[in-house]
Every structure is written in structure tokens, then in C-alpha cells.
């Protein structure tokens, strides 16, 4: 235990320092153009507390409904990470023309746009009162407002700035922001080199006449608000303000990992230990108390030639290892289960070392969607050994299904989706060439890989189970009320979901709410506590039910793993009631379809690592008591 509060008061101190420093910087010359890429829009949470998402879906840039100005030749599309695509990023080259330390504090015109239709108006009006954000990216930084963090007055950037604004004093009339105040941070290394270090922008709306000479002035004028009956323009107006900073191009991102508040990853933390050492001390006390009680008891009755009848778990040795109903199915879930479980754990240790810096856009999922696809192979082999151990015979279909089952349900859940998102014209539905290439990936590298895996698997052949199991099957007694099977799912999944629920609020936010999470020292250390929770609750459930002459274990034991996956759909429509109030039919459906993915993922590696457990631990009982 000092370990752990070691490893975490060493990793957490420094929430900050999760990227590589040092990764090559850009070094400008005065002059030098500097690239405005601009992202999609996403939804945005309102500044004010208890403020809800609105909508789900990002809309391109250079969507024909917003009217922004386009660059010389139309929009260009830059190259972009598996990753970055897969999570929404759109980027495009864009018309603004920055140069290094030139033009400072110049009002400029990016466009006048003079024939926004009623239609248009209408979209973008729309797209406002959805808090919709503008995403910009200036040499790999996110342009960001300024905000002050109100629990402890500290500045810090909040990436994406606002499309318009709609709240007081505009009376709930939308108003566009069509002026940008750009504040370029730049850090001087050597006498004749620049690195951009913070990109700040202060959207505002002028509104009166856009035809007019522009003055950049923001004061005293009135907001441009669009009229949804007629024809109008909109004139884009910029200013760029060069300003020195003292930030080093290697910290530069510190400003935008802003950990909001420290204290409720510690309260997670400090929640999760306690109910680790609370299950410690009950296993401990029950599992290796009782059980080797019971163990020395066995041995002895058998010593002394007695008739004695036997009791407890000793009395269904001839079972436990009978082959369970569809063994095939189990078998495949603990293969895709332990394949998931690896890709978790090693894209944990990838973001706690620091290779996964927000500056390499995506490079999370990047590395989630390749650990996935080389670890076919231990999805395949797992399967193919359990299946074996399991008495199953069928090793090709096996095999197939391992391989093809789960990427099938999750493709077309995708697929599903991606169609919803077509229809909302939104640009966060996946490209045809991602899809080509995650297809590929799939049948050209992780389903030969998983075969591979089990024709190892299966040479290597079943486990060796230490007692025999009986030819007749034995009757199973009435079972008490807390051991049946969705009794002992709820309760059992109610520890690991306890340990975890606080992450879970981040993890949710972060993955519908775009907020940044990058607290991974506090995530894996949950997801560690998590793996914990599961297998002990486990075999202990699996040690009452054997108890109670149930042996009919393996579907239990993979049911009372994967119970906090129930609560994690729990809690993810409570989130639902409670953050979002998602007005459009496709951002509902949206949510559904990503969270009860993430809950199917949930279900199999908790699910998983409970039957290994449960197989482990009970291979350890039974070759501890002897037999006649
Ligand atoms: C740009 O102008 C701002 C004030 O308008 C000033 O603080 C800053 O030093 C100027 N930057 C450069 C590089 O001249
Ligand atoms: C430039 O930076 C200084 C200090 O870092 C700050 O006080 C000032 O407001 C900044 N200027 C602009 C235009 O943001």
C-alpha cells in the first residue's frame, strides 16, 4: 500500500507534466507566415456552473451553412492521425494571414460575405444558442479563451472560443461573433528565432454597417445580430497582438492542462483505496481464514478413514470442471475481453510514460486502435486455451468467431451511427478511407493474428484441471436469495463502480463534453483498482456460490465480473439527465450508441478478468484438498 501512495503522490504531483517535452520545435523568423488551421465546431459548455451540453454533433468549418471565409482555391485538407479522425478532428487551411511579429495590433478584413441568405441566418443562429465553439490551431496549439478558474482564481486556457453569444444582455438574441482579437505568446530562444508559445482569442460582434471602413472597435457597438427574413452580410473582421512571454516552448502546454480540481481526483483516489482495503481485509479474512479451514478440515476427515460426509465446496470436486452451457460463447468473450484488457493496459502505460502528448492530435486513440489490432493474437490465443480448458472441440469455429464477432458488432454500431451523423450533416461522421483502413487493419492484421494466436493456443492445449470430473452431474440444492444471478451481478459490480465512479464523471465529460482529460496518473491507478476489485469480488461471490452446492461457475463468474458494467449504464443515463439536454434526435442516438459501447467494452474486460480469477483461484482450492 506505501508503494502505491508513493507511485501516486510521484505521478499526480506533476498532473501537468503528462507529454513529452521536447518533441521538435518550429522555429520562425520575423516574417514568417504561421498557419491558422482551423478545426470543426464542436458543442461547448456555457461558461456558467450546472450549464448542460447541448448537442453532440461537430459540424466542418467550411460547412456551405456558416459562411466563414474561405481561402484563395477552397479549403485544403490537412493530413491528419487514425486517431485525430476517429475522434472528430476536420482541419483545414484557412484565408488569415499571420506573420511572425508583423502587423502588430493592425485592424484587418478577412472577407466581406454579402449574401448570407434567411436560411443561412437561421443555421448559424441555431448553431449559437447550441453554445457551438470555434476550434483554431495556430503551430499544433489550440487557439483558447482566457478563464479564471473560480474555485482558486488561477488563469488558465480554455481551448475553443465562442461562435457567438446569446446570453444577457442580448436578451436570448443570438448574436455573432464576427471579430477576433488574436493574442499570439511568443518566446524568443535566440536572438533571431520565435516559437509560439499560447494562442488566446477574444471573439466579439460588431454589428452596424458591415460594408463600412472596419476600426476593430469592440466598445460601445452594437452586436450584429442576423436577421432570419432576409438577405445580409457579414464583414470578418481580425487583429493580431504579438506579446512576449517567458513560457519555454517545452512547458507551453501547461496553461492548457488545467486539472480543474485537483481535490475530487484525490477524493476518487483516497474513495478507491478505502474500498480496496475493505475488500483486502474481507478476503483475506474470509477467503484465506475459511478456506484453509476448511482445506486442513477436508484433508483431516479424509486421514481419519471415517464415513464422514462431506461438506461445503469440497462436495461438488467432481463438477466444477464439468463444461459449462456454450462454451463457445464464453470462450470468445474471454478471448475479446483479455485482447481489450492488454490494448487498456498498455495505452495506460503509453500516456503515463508521456508519449501521449496532446500536441500529436489523437495520438491516444491512434494508439488505442493499434494496440487493438496487434493484439489479436492474444485475443485468439486466450480463447483458443479457455475453449479447450472449457471441453469444446470445435477449434476452427472457435477461432473464426473470436476473431470476426465483437469487430463485427462494433463495426456496425459505428456504421449505424456514422448514417446518423450523414443525416445531421455533420462532419463528425467517419470518412469513407478511415473506414477502408480500419477494415483493413482488421482483416489484414488482427484477424490473421488472432488465427495465429490460437493455433498457439491450441498446441498449447487445455489446462490441467487437479480433480476429475464425475460422469453423472449432481442435483443443485435451492439457492439463497442474494446468490441468484442478477442479485449477485448488482451487488457485486457495486464495489469496482464505487471505486470508480468520480473518474467515470471525467471520462464521460471528456469524451462527449470535449473537455481535455489528461489526469492518466489518477485513471490508471483507478483502472488498477478496478482489476483488483473485480477479481476479489469475484471469487468471493464464486466462493459462496460453490458453497452452496451451486458449480455452475463459469457464466456466474463472468456475469458477477462484468456487474458494474449494469451500473455504468446506470450512471451514464443519470449523466444524461444530469449534463446533457440534448435536443436533437441524432445526438440522443448518438449517446445511446457510444455509451452502450462503452459498456460492452466494460462488461467484457471486467467480465473477463472475474472468470480468470474465478478459474484461477479455484484451480488453487481444489488442488489444495485431497481426494480419494
Ligand atoms: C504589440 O503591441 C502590444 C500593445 O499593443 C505591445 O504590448 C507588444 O509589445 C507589441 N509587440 C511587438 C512585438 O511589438
Ligand atoms: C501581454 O502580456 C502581459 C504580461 O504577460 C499582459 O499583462 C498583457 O495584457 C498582454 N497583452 C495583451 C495584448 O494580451
Redesign the pocket.
Known amino acids: 500500500m506505501r508503494t502505491v501512495l508513493a507511485l501516486a503522490a510521484l505521478s499526480f504531483s506533476w498532473a501537468n507534466a503528462f507529454y513529452l517535452p521536447g518533441a521538435a520545435p518550429h522555429d520562425y523568423h520575423r516574417g514568417d507566415q504561421v498557419d491558422l488551421f482551423v478545426n470543426a465546431l464542436t458543442p461547448m459548455l456555457a461558461g456558467y456552473d450546472d450549464a448542460k451540453l447541448k448537442s453532440l454533433i461537430n459540424y466542418d468549418y467550411y460547412n456551405p451553412k456558416f459562411r466563414f471565409c474561405e481561402p484563395e482555391g477552397g479549403p485544403v485538407k490537412q493530413p491528419e492521425s487514425l486517431g485525430s479522425i476517429l475522434f472528430g478532428d476536420r482541419i483545414f487551411n484557412s484565408p488569415y494571414d499571420i506573420r511572425m511579429l508583423e502587423n502588430n495590433g493592425t485592424c484587418q478584413t478577412l472577407c466581406l460575405v454579402d449574401d448570407v441568405t434567411a436560411d443561412d441566418a437561421k443555421f448559424i443562429n441555431d448553431r449559437i444558442r447550441e453554445d457551438y465553439a470555434l476550434n483554431w490551431l495556430i503551430d499544433g496549439l489550440p487557439a483558447a479563451e482566457m478563464k479564471v478558474d473560480t474555485r482558486n482564481g488561477d488563469l488558465f486556457f480554455d481551448m475553443g472560443f465562442n461562435l457567438g453569444n446569446d446570453d444577457e444582455p442580448y436578451f436570448d438574441v443570438p448574436a455573432l461573433n464576427n471579430h477576433y482579437?488574436i493574442?499570439l505568446?511568443y518566446h524568443q530562444p535566440s536572438p533571431d528565432d520565435y516559437r509560439v508559445v499560447g494562442v488566446?482569442v477574444w471573439p466579439s460582434s460588431i454589428g452596424g454597417s458591415q460594408e463600412a471602413a472596419p476600426t476593430c472597435e469592440t466598445e460601445g457597438v452594437s452586436p450584429l445580430i442576423l436577421s432570419e427574413t432576409q438577405t445580409q452580410s457579414i464583414r470578418y473582421t481580425y487583429r493580431v497582438?504579438w506579446?512576449?512571454?517567458?513560457t519555454p516552448w517545452a512547458t507551453r502546454w501547461d496553461n492548457y492542462l488545467h486539472i480543474f480540481d485537483p481535490r475530487i481526483h484525490w477524493f476518487s483516489l483516497v474513495n478507491s483505496l478505502v474500498i480496496v482495503i475493505f475488500l483486502c481485509v474481507m478476503v483475506s479474512m474470509i477467503l484465506l481464514r475459511t478456506v484453509s479451514r476448511d482445506i486442513s478440515r477436508y484433508n483431516a476427515i479424509d486421514l481419519s478413514e471415517d464415513v464422514q460426509e462431506d461438506w461445503g465446496w469440497k462436495l461438488v470436486h467432481g463438477e466444477v470442471f464439468r463444461t459449462p452451457r456454450f462454451p463457445l460463447a464464453l470462450s470468445v468473450m474471454v478471448g475479446n475481453g483479455a485482447q481489450i484488457c492488454a490494448m487498456v493496459s498498455v495505452t495506460l502505460i503509453f500516456a503515463l510514460l508521456g508519449f501521449l502528448s496532446p500536441s500529436n492530435r489523437g495520438s491516444l486513440a491512434t494508439v488505442m486502435m493499434i494496440c487493438w489490432t496487434f493484439f489479436g493474437g492474444i485475443g485468439g490465443y486466450v480463447s483458443s486455451r479457455v475453449y479447450a480448458s472449457l471441453g469444446g472441440t470445435n477449434k476452427r469455429k472457435n477461432a473464426f468467431m473470436t476473431a470476426t464477432v465483437l469487430p463485427t458488432v462494433i463495426f456496425v454500431v459505428v456504421f449505424l451511427l456514422n448514417f446518423f451523423l450523414l443525416m445531421a450533416g455533420s462532419s463528425g461522421a467517419v470518412p469513407f478511407g478511415t473506414m477502408l483502413t480500419i477494415v483493413l487493419l482488421w482483416f489484414g492484421i488482427s484477424a490473421p493474428l488472432s488465427t495465429v494466436g490460437a493455433y498457439f493456443g491450441s498446441k498449447h492445449g487445455a489446462i490441467q484441471h487437479p480433480v476429475r470430473v464425475n460422469p453423472i452431474p449432481r442435483q443443485i440444492p435451492p439457492q439463497p436469495k442474494y446468490l441468484r444471478p442478477w442479485a449477485s451481478t448488482l451487488l457485486s459490480g457495486l464495489l469496482p463502480f464505487g471505486a470508480a465512479f468520480v473518474e467515470l464523471y471525467f471520462v464521460l465529460s471528456s469524451l462527449f463534453a470535449s473537455r481535455a482529460y489528461y489526469a492518466f496518473g489518477f485513471l490508471a491507478l483507478t483502472a488498477g483498482v478496478v482489476a483488483l476489485t473485480t477479481a476479489t469480488v469475484t471469487i468471493l461471490f464464486t466462493y459462496f456460490v460453490l458453497c452452496a452446492e451451486d458449480y455452475r461457475w463459469h457464466w456466474r463468474a463472468f456475469l458477477t465480473g462484468g456487474g458494474s458494467a449494469f451500473w455504468v449504464l446506470a450512471y451514464g443515463l443519470f449523466y444524461w439527465a444530469s449534463r446533457l439536454s440534448l435536443d436533437s434526435m441524432s445526438s440522443v442516438i448518438l449517446y445511446l450508441g457510444y455509451l452502450l459501447l462503452l459498456v460492452l467494452l466494460d462488461f467484457l474486460v471486467t467480465g473477463t478478468i472475474g472468470f480468470l480469477a474465478s478459474y484461477w483461484a479455484i484451480r488453487r482450492f481444489y488442488s489444495a484438498i485431497r481426494i480419494d
Open positions: 482579437e493574442v505568446r488566446l497582438t506579446n512576449e512571454s517567458d
